[in-house]
């Protein structure tokens, strides 16, 4: 009886995802896989992978048949797993080998020299089906799996760029023509961010031991930053402009320092400000948590306030902490983004370009990194927030 | 030997301690019983000044604990308490070494001494030394926390529950194991529990706590043999006859005479047990007395229902 209704509930937390993943492929299939245009500001005309090449559809059917097949047939947990996380990648790295061969063979074809392959609809949904049965199985694959599909999948993108099969996409072109900007952007976006998270976590860690310390400093503290978390975003760059055009006016070694109304200093303060609530919140919790006894036993065995703190509450609360910084860091590279509306430097600065020129390539071009560092960095977190406490049992 | 003399603690306006007197002496164990808020953690936590009286004075060895600096007093006494409190981020071996740590001890005797902790109470020093409390069972983890309270040899050791939050099977394992622990060490214990059967087998002494007051201070045979009110009447039960003959061990009370046993009999008791469950045997058996055999299974002796009768009257024992 146990065993029975074990595996329906477990057969069914393997299909959910994959029928899930499969609609979406599928659609992608029938959806445009490329917008051709004949040059950046070009509207274009759709092209989808059913009328461009029969054997490719095939394939990519085939492709999505098999995901449905596994989660059918008797096998061990993780070895279906391992197959449906290897499937998703395929999925994730297909639409871009298309892209190069059929894409690229279709401007050849229609003589369109400056032309470019837009990804569109069916692009992106086939990746997202594919990053569906990746981040769903690759965990419970096991191992090392997940980690080597992952190298896979980037190795199989970067040696395609390498080679130059990737040129003719169209957020790629837009890149060769800015590659030099688009690094010091990327750095500029970077350096952003971490100026901000580093501060706020100087300043939110300490804030959350006050409050768990004081209570009489919790709820002014707690009000303040909460509040500030209720400005949206734009609306915050914008407020800083004011005062701090006056204050570099009215004391020129702020000047000399770099503040002004407009640039990087007015975004650094209002990301750090963003930054503060899920650092002070999760310190604060983590802290107000902690079993009694534990601080019972510590105290009795006569750790004095200091000891407690260090050797106690602060390694016992470090997941907690950790994770309230992997959010406002993953938050902050999102929003640093806008930040370029008020003239301090990042990827968002594509973005709006982008925006202001009617040329959507562009704007892609500028969100793909985006999206990519806000990954990375909640992986490398979860990386480090799973494994730094051994004894601590973690949400990764 | 610690003092309470005249102690008075308030929770806000509730008197949970009501002039409280009583002694602890060195190197025997003390059990503080009595019904929840009675008042019997609070007089511990005031040991190790986890709490601060507001009259009276708790003395060790003649000096009020108000006087010590209360970092290195609570250094020198080994705490225990109830859900352990093993710190999670530390292994066992760190855990164990946390108060040595914290009085400057060097790496190599800390991790000397954890070893040794682990072989004394029980618990493979090689596999335990660095696993984590999250991989330790619940009587596991109870037993490192007695390890980590003897880390640093102090003489004085407070257990408030030690064994509480552990399975029935389990805790009279840990009962025995403390005992012959406490037979080695010598220590002086104040433990707290609301068991009286735990009381009954761990005690020396045992101190009945009501309302914030001592109502009885004695030997757990004195205390089961004559409570001194009715609600210590009311306290030790209506079986205390049963749960006093506990206290006395077979070995004390067999006579030597080996020539009513018959040799067939299946019924019989290790010389180690309390004359409790010697009658229990012997009343399921239609003779009145059974055998007593030793660890080896041969033949001591025997104990008689008259033997076991004189002992829960009040008789002597040799």
Redesign the interface.
Known sequence: MVTDSGATVESWLVRKPVVFAVIIGATGVFLPLFTIREHRLDGGTGLSLLSASVPYSVFLTACLMVPVVISLVRMPARVRAGFLAGIGSVLIVLPWLLAATIGSSVLVERELGLGRVAPAGGFWFLILSGIILFSEFSRAAQGWTGTLLVVAISLCLFVMFWLGLLEDIAFIREYRVREERFFSELIAHLRIAAMAVGSAVLVGVPAGIASYRYPVVRKPVFSVVSGLQTIPSLALFGLMIAPLAFLSQRYPFLRQLGIRGIGNAPAIIALFLYSLLPILRNTYTSLSVMDPAVIEAGKGMGMTQKQLLFMLEIPVALPIILSGIRVASVQTVGNTTVAALIGAGGLGNFVFQGLGQAAPDLIVMGVIPIVVLAIVIDRVFGFFIGRAIPGVRTVE | MIEFDRVVKYYGTHRALDGVTFTVPDGCVTVLIGPSGCGKSTSLKLV?R?LEPDDGYVRVDGRPVKSFA???????IG?V???????????VQDNIG??PR?LGRDKTWRRTRALDLLELIGLDPHSYARK???QLSGGEAQRV?VA?ALAANPPVL?MDEPFGAVDPLNRETLQNEFISLQRKLKKTVIFVTHDLDEAVRVADRIVLMQDGLVIQEAAPEELLGHPSNAFAREFVGTDRALKRLGRFSVSDYMSQDTSRVESEDHTSVPASATLREALSRILAVPSDQIPVRDAQNRILGSISLEAIRRAGYGGAST
């Open positions: 190790n986890l209360v970092e290195e007093l609570r250094r020198g705490y308490i109830q859900s352990a409190g093993l710190l999670p981020h530390m292994t946390l108060v914290l984590y409390p999250s926390g980590r407070l």
